[in-house]
């Protein structure tokens, strides 16, 4: 066997190990939250259902956290043209704004409670407890995914990060895209099932 055919038998699908277990990582994140989001529904359907106004917050930071995903695209295609120090902007305004999300989730929180809207307690109902539970999983994701981003940028000033090693910055790109696209989703399906 040659070291060619070696290689290709290894290759197998053409993906990176890391990006496949990037891919199962997201497959599992996704089956979680369509158990949270089915649990909501035939919770709702039971009964004794509070329902609850969505703070105009959430909207703004679904606004947010297009920019950073926007930002990281930005960044992404830096990469692919070696310009390094806009690759840094990029990662830099993906963290920046990712930070300002959560920080916006906090003060949404904050509106819920004054909205009467509860995790727990004498008060809670089980609507505000769904509700929290679904932002602060997504929020706990979004912790991890800016962790990500913060070696990948660490490893740009390292100038590990260019045309020719782009599977890190590719991998946080399509996490960085899920976490958009998850939070999208679970701002659409509160909205519709408030």
């Known amino acids: 066997m040659t070291p060619e055919t070696l290689s290709e038998k290894e290759i197998g699908l053409g993906w990176h190990p890391k990006r496949v277990l990037l891919i199962l990582l997201i497959f599992s994140i996704v089956m979680m939250f ?3 989001t089915s649990g909501y529904i035939v919770r709702q359907d039971e009964g004794n259902w509070r329902e609850f106004d969505l703070p105009v917050s959430l909207l703004l930071n679904t606004l947010v956290i297009a920019l950073s995903s926007a930002a990281m ?3 992404w295609y830096s990469a692919k043209k070696d310009e390094i120090s ?3 902007m990029g990662l830099g305004l993906t963290l920046a704004l990712g930070v300002a999300f959560l920080f916006g989730q906090v ?3 904050g509106d819920l409670v004054d909205g009467r809207t509860y995790f727990g307690g004498a ?3 089980p609507s505000g407890s769904f509700l929290y539970v679904l932002m602060g999983v ?3 994701h979004l912790v991890t995914g800016l962790v990500f981003v913060a070696v990948i940028l660490s490893r740009t000033f390292g100038y ?3 045309s020719r090693a782009m599977l890190g910055i590719g991998n946080a790109t399509l996490y960085w895209h899920f976490l958009g696209g998850l939070w999208l989703y679970l701002y659409l ?3 519709l099932n408030h």
């Open 34 to 36: 369509a158990a949270f």
């Open 73 to 75: 695209q930005w960044a």
């Open 86 to 88: 806009r690759v840094k």
């Open 107 to 109: 003060h949404s929180w």
């Open 123 to 125: 008060d809670a109902n």
């Open 138 to 140: 997504h929020a706990f």
């Open 160 to 162: 590990q990060v260019h």
């Open 189 to 191: 399906f509160l909205l």
